[in-house]
Structures are given as structure tokens and as C-alpha cells.
């Protein structure tokens, strides 16, 4: 099945920094969605582009989407320790299942 | 504040037990998902269902069942629990069948360990 891919796996940065996370995907897609989770805990959904979206904006994220390459990056800026958690994309393909990624670890520090 | 409660946040089961995991979300969705997650692997899907009564096979269900007796409610059965299937469960739900066009939203998890 395909599957989101994020890079870097693990990426370390000072508070006030901007962190960049890159997901690849293998097949077509509807949308693409990020998510958060902080440790041990459940998935937070933090944005979603749709195939017909280039870039798109929520607070201090920033998504983009390159369905010619099948990747996404997602930008956090003005880092905070807060932001501290596993980044993961998903790819929706059609129906209502989601593929996710391995995800990223950022860790921001003060 | 909408939510998806799963019923134990850790569990502690021995080989060859069955064990159910329960989830129930208040926000009248359609659809509801079980995930594993395991380190270096992320997210894997178990089982979703679009429907009561209804189910499906996500990309590993071998070693599992699920029930779905009422909308709000989706379990996951483990028929006789094996070390392999010591993981973090997740479970999830989402508003509409088709296009996955809506976030899902994730319960707090479940660490199961079989001893």
C-alpha cells in the first residue's frame, strides 16, 4: 500500500528556529494531512492540503504540496519547546483510509 | 469537547488471552479506524468499518477481529494474544465515507503488552 515517508527522522533545533519536515508519497492522492503527537499520547490532525492545493497556511504552519514530485514539506516558524513532538504525514487516497508516514521526531529546545 | 475515549491507556494481557480493546467516539461518525503503531514501523491499519455492523481489512488484520455493534462504538479483539502483538493501539474516527476529506481524530491510545 503506499505510504507516506517523512525526512528527516528525527531533526533538532533551538526555540525560535524554523523547522522543516518532508513527506513523500507513492500513488495519487486526494489530500494529504499532517499530524502531531506528543509522546505516548494519540494523533492531533494539524492541517490538511488538498491535490489541488499548492500551499497552505495556519498559524505558524505552512504546508506545501508538489503532486509532480509526490512530496509535501511542512514548516513550523518561530519554534517553541511546546512544539516538541512526532510529526507525521498521511496520504488519503480516495476513500476514507489514510496511509501514514514513520514519522518525524522534533525536538526544540529552550 | 469532542472526543474518541479508549478504555485503558495500559493493559497488561498473557499469551493466549483473548482481549478486547474498546473505543467510543461522541461526535457521530461514520467511520472508525484501529491502528498499531511500533517503533520504526509508524502507523499501521488493523481494521476500519464505514458503518454499523460493517468492516473492513486494513493492511494487517491477521491476528485480530472487530465488532461494531453501534455507531459510536468499535472494538478490537485479539483472539489469543501473542508477544507480537504488544504495540501502541490507536483508534480513530472520521466524519464521512468518501474522500477522507476530514482530519481524523485519535484517542489517547492503548500500550498493550503481552507478557
Known amino acids: 500500500s503506499q505510504q507516506g515517508e517523512e525526512d528527516p527522522q528525527a531533526l533538532s533545533i533551538q526555540e525560535g528556529e524554523n523547522a522543516t519536515m518532508n513527506c513523500s508519497y507513492k500513488?495519487?492522492?486526494?489530500?494529504l494531512q499532517w499530524y502531531r503527537q506528543n509522546s505516548g499520547r494519540g494523533l492531533v490532525h494539524l492541517i490538511l492540503?488538498?491535490?489541488?492545493?499548492r500551499e497552505k497556511h495556519s498559524g505558524r504552519l505552512r504546508v506545501t504540496l508538489d503532486t509532480s514530485k509526490k512530496s509535501s514539506s511542512l514548516l513550523i516558524t518561530a519554534s517553541r519547546a511546546a512544539d516538541t513532538a512526532s510529526y507525521f504525514c498521511?496520504?488519503?487516497?480516495?476513500?476514507?483510509?489514510?496511509?501514514f508516514g514513520k514519522g518525524t521526531m522534533l525536538l526544540v529546545s529552550p | 469537547d469532542v472526543k474518541v475515549t479508549q478504555s485503558s491507556r495500559y493493559l497488561v494481557k498473557r499469551t493466549g488471552e483473548k482481549v478486547f480493546l474498546e473505543c467510543v467516539q461522541d461526535?457521530?461518525?461514520?467511520?472508525m479506524f484501529w491502528y498499531r503503531q511500533d517503533p520504526g514501523l509508524g502507523l499501521r491499519l488493523i481494521y476500519f468499518?464505514?458503518?454499523?455492523?460493517?468492516?473492513e481489512k486494513g493492511d494487517i488484520p491477521e491476528g485480530y477481529s472487530v465488532s461494531r455493534e453501534k455507531k459510536e462504538r468499535f472494538s478490537l479483539i485479539l483472539e489469543s494474544a501473542s508477544t507480537n502483538q504488544t504495540s501502541m493501539y490507536l483508534c480513530a474516527s472520521s466524519p464521512r465515507r468518501t474522500g477522507g476529506a476530514d482530519g481524523y481524530t485519535f484517542g489517547s491510545g492503548t500500550r498493550l503488552t503481552v507478557v
Open positions: 500513488t495519487s492522492i486526494n489530500n
Open positions: 498521511a496520504a488519503n487516497s480516495g476513500y476514507s483510509t489514510l496511509t
Open positions: 461526535m457521530d461518525h461514520e467511520n
Open positions: 492540503i488538498r491535490s489541488n492545493e
Open positions: 468499518s464505514y458503518d454499523v455492523k460493517m468492516k
